[in-house]
């Protein structure tokens, strides 16, 4: 069996209509499966708007908005529509990426067809509820998620850290790597522009702090915000600038008002933003990866990151970065001010994380998914998907 046989139902709680790693990673797997031959079909919720193209065909499954994250869908299973798509599209392989309604609903329908299910985990959801006041609610939500991977035969985790989090919280013994990978035509020291900078009051000598990502609590803001008071009190000169855009804007800029907020940023643009930081503060225990670690890397600026699943995997302590302890103010402080008052180390660490982004490459990377698919195809007994007469039944 090659990866032209493969026919794959990819359930996607959030495609494209609001970017973020997660989705990108997905789209990016799916035209890769789309240039080996295989035939994909996605199921996800559609809006009027999305943040981009979807790579792929896009199959729209109902949704309604999340109170309180509107711009966020929630999926709501199946209708006869979705069933009836399924069925004529006849798929040999069934990955879920998000344990929502139609996750579940996915997994029940692939495990009554005797279709191998794989499924993909891009964040740490259980962790979520702490940053919202729920904290009560993680283990609720992690008997959820053990229920939901157990009923899949494979997971797929971004890095090594996660695979082991997911282990130890019995959520499956089959966990292959589905790493991340950073464009390098994007991605690079040679995007920082001194020129930009100064355009946003960032001076040639000014050390400018980065936060990359979502503007939501879970990214954690109320750390890197907290860290940053730090240095103010410590009378440590700096700069502050943020790339992105999202619902706790007004938060950010509550807690941080000389940051400079320069909102979304795509391709180029935001290639250059990254470059022309100095160094990356990603104090977020959420990722179970961390692209913007890896861009940042990419990017040659050292990174400072809690030491959690994803960072763990890709920032080497003392070499490309500073790890420390989730949550910890002054230790991120200390970990920031040694790179603003050492200019030779931030250009060390720097180019040592450039040069360990270098062995990401997204080809090498997806085709891991694709033989993972081949392996449970495989393992079900043929290359074939079951006939479409028993599907609608």
């Known amino acids: 069996m090659k990866p032209a046989d493969l026919r794959v139902a990819l359930f996607s709680g959030n495609y494209n209509y609001v970017r973020d790693g997660a989705n990108q990673a997905l789209n990016r797997l799916v035209d890769y499966l789309l240039r080996q031959g295989a035939e994909v079909r996605v199921y996800s919720p559609k809006v009027e708007e999305p943040a981009f193209p979807p790579a792929g065909e896009l199959v729209g499954v109902p949704n309604v908005p999340i109170p309180g994250r509107g711009e966020y869908r929630l999926p709501l299973g199946f209708n006869a529509d979705v069933k009836r798509d399924l069925a004529a599209f006849a798929p040999n392989v069934v990955h879920v990426s998000s344990p929502d309604f139609t996750g579940h609903a996915a997994v029940s329908w692939a495990r009554d067809k005797g279709l191998p299910i794989l499924a993909s985990v891009h964040t740490r959801f259980e962790t979520y509820p702490r940053y919202y006041r729920m904290a009560f609610l993680e283990p609720v939500a992690v008997s959820i998620l053990r229920r939901f991977y157990n009923r899949c035969d494979a997971l797929v985790a971004p890095s090594e850290s996660m695979a082991a989090v997911l282990r130890e919280q019995d959520m499956g013994d089959d966990i ?139 920032v080497h302590e003392g070499e490309t970065g500073r790890l420390v302890t989730p949550g910890d103010t002054a230790g991120f402080a200390d970990a920031v001010q040694a790179y603003i008052s050492d200019i030779a180390l931030r250009e060390a660490h720097g180019a040592a994380g450039e040069r360990r982004s270098r062995d990401y490459a997204w080809d090498a990377i997806n085709s891991a998914v694709a033989n993972v698919y081949l392996r449970l195809v495989s393992e079900r007994g043929g290359a074939g998907s079951e006939p479409v007469q028993r599907l609608l039944a």
């Open 176 to 314: 292959a790597i589905w790493a991340r990978g950073v464009d390098r035509t994007i991605f690079d020291p040679s995007r920082r522009d001194l020129a930009w900078r100064r355009s946003h009051n960032i001076g040639d000598d000014d050390v400018a702090i980065g936060f990359l990502g979502r503007l939501v609590l879970e990214k954690g803001l109320d750390v890197f915000t907290q860290t940053v008071e730090e240095l103010r009190k410590r009378g440590v000169a700096h700069k502050v600038l943020v790339v992105g855009a999202g619902p706790a804007k007004d938060f950010f800029k509550e807690q941080c008002p000389d940051a400079v907020f320069v909102g979304f940023q795509g391709g180029n643009d935001l290639g250059r933003a990254v470059a022309s930081m100095d160094l990356l503060l990603n104090p977020s225990i959420t990722e179970t990866f961390g692209n913007v670690t890896l861009e940042a890397m990419a990017s040659g600026i050292p990174v400072v990151a809690a030491r959690a699943t994803g960072s763990t995997s890709l």
